[in-house]
């Protein structure tokens, strides 16, 4: 571990239990990421139809970019002669990179797992290739990301008791050998595992508490588990998890997600909903969700969203984003996405104001109630 | 016609001979634009993965809409009741829109043609659809373009004789109907005909001339013809147009096409080349054109053209620019046009400044030398 990465909380859970969430800051090679944040997903060393000044203007402090897909193109050795991920793509805050095994795990039929490591065929060209625990760190250290992730054992769900379990002892083998391995420019994170069991999450976490870790994921949920899984499985493994450091809960998710999440304590998030969402034509707005290619909006001279003041909403009407939409406009991507992220980065703005002033349980109350 | 349009010489073509080339400044509805000038082609009420600020920023005061594709979909008069086209695609500087017959001449098949109009099959749901002279007029007055482009009979070339001869006919009757039938904010523009044949285009020129319209454009080139003929018509149908109205190259064309053109007196243009080539990763630099997606440039740290100062070349590598190419990245698209068009409108803002200072003729001996 060579970076340097430092978490401070600002504003602790209050004394009555009323919620665990907390405000803090963290503080990263190229910059200081406010907590709770979301990072918008740049798979490609893009956050899909955005540019820098794009995610600048949502409010972005910290993306997040896909190992897997860099390492197999461009490759991670070629970004790092040209000068690193962030100078490749003109962005100048934060990234975190993933460790490239989700995407793997995610590839029925397309690996051979062993205690070494996990061999692939590429989806691009169907060439074999390997990653272990310190290719995967060598990997993220070439580009040059502000947080590392582990390389962990994610197995989709359902899957059995035995399973998961071995799982969880490799992850925490892995955990180890990519923190000594780990010679990068940022700091490495921890990936909790153990399904849904509360007692393979305990011994997950105590093993990489025990590691000391400058920070630590919740990994494996929202892989084919119930829904309501996710916020039990995200409460009671936040609680397992040092105060002092910071808390990321990987792929996760909807807006009412990310709030029930912040009240259990979590500080980080990552997913591509928001962007997924946005060139699917699927918005969010203060007053619900809008599939923007329905019929009803095809004259419809209202902004997407009133209480929004992003490009797309201050400039144009949602019959304009509908032509957009059904003619499949470049520009209709952007803008959705633009809109997209900024109601995430403002929700999760929100959220840390709320959390300032003490009002985080009121918050959460009038944000989940039916409307 | 209820609009307003002035157009005045600034720079006249010098009395020596060597150049047609003339500077002006054409004053629209919705502001000023100073020739020669390009106009990015914005078909379905957006150019192509570029919204309005990128449109200034690339140094755009004038765009093209297509009224063919805005008729269809989303419609003129739910366009005007959104407040006309400007506002639909938040652009408050002058548009030019075309009549829709171009579009319509193309399709082979799918048209029924007579003195009255023409009749054909929209690609979009293959509904039947009329276009006349007035009709046309009453589409483009009802988006409020600043110049609306008369309807004329376009014939594919080659042609025969007698083809041309009677498209040349009817296009004169119908400008005269349609200059009777606008009723719009801008002003109407008339288009001379005749194929590659002198005579037919002296007729069709003498014929617009003297219905007095406040633009003339040069029609049907770039349509079949050898391209060396497309700088000869243009050439001489050029110098059949009054010295004091605005002439406008339809459809044309590469750089080195201006440069003829404007050498001609041509002093506006169109053409999808700068924004469909980008798409297709062919752009435009000070040192030719580059396919950026060819293994050459994977690695490459240099930026597209050090000559440019757009956003593509200012931030990225061309290692970056081909990899967001391949990896068919939306930021890819927006880039690429970004670069094309700043060369384009660059190089049109070069003519002018060297028209100005009555350097035209050297500057074009300089752009045209074989390098």
Known sequence: MTGAAQFKVMTPPPADGSTRARAGRLTLTHGVVETPQFMPVGTNAT???????DLRTVGASIILANTYHLYLRPGHERIARLGGLHRFMAWDRPILTDSGGFQVFSMEGL?????????????LDGSLRRLTPESSMAIQAALGSDVAMV??????????WDKIEAAVSRTTLWAERCRTAYRGPGVPFAIVQGGTDRSLRERSA??????????YAIGGVSVGEPPESIAEVA?????LLPAGRPRYLMGVGRPEDLVEAVASGVDLFDCVMPTRN???GTLFTSEGRINIKREEYRADPRPLDPACGCEACLRYSRAYLRHLF???EILGARLNTIHNLTFYLGLMSAMREAIGRGAFAAFRESFLAPR
Chains 1, 2 share one sequence.
């Open 111 to 123: 690996r051979d797992l062993d205690d070494d490591g996990v061999t692939f065929r590429s989806h």
């Open 151 to 160: 390389l962990d054992e994610c197995p989709p769900l359902p899957a059995v």
């Open 326 to 328: 059904v003619a499949n």
């Open 278 to 280: 946005a060139r699917n």
């Open 47 to 53: 956050v899909k139809a955005l540019d820098p000044d």
């Open 206 to 215: 105590r093993e990489l508490v025990a590691l000391d870790f400058p920070g």
């Open 235 to 239: 409460r009671f493994t936040a609680a």
